[in-house]
């Protein structure tokens, strides 16, 4: 079965569009999470972030740094979250790759708040952690 985002794109569920060129479509999300919230999303689909070939992530990235940029120059934005999830335990809802952008205000409603939460690493080895991914690296 199609997902939402594959839908909106064949035109089978209505969106509101911010943005579409030939690989790239960009529409409000529907829950708003702060006024403005936009998704950036490339017409081909693709899993999400780490499945994404680079020359389209490119095409999606511009889009999202030029949508933060308007939102910041006509919303009166302070600042602006731009993110993406990768699999469910990261809270990706919807199979197919996307980039939010969030813009962000002093005050009002909605809103999320990111708290990076720390844990002890005196049980890690973390000179050995990062040879593991920086092998991974050199072997691809
Ligand atoms: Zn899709």
New binding site residues.
Partial sequence: M??V??RIIDGEIPSTKVYEDDDVLAILDISQTTKGHTLVIPKK?YDNFLACPLETMEKVMAVAQRIGQAEMGVLGAKGVNILTNVGEVAGQSV??FHVHVIPRYIGGEGGFQITMKGQDTSGMDLPRLAMQISDKLKNE
């Fill in positions: 199609k997902d985002f594959c689909h199979n197919h």
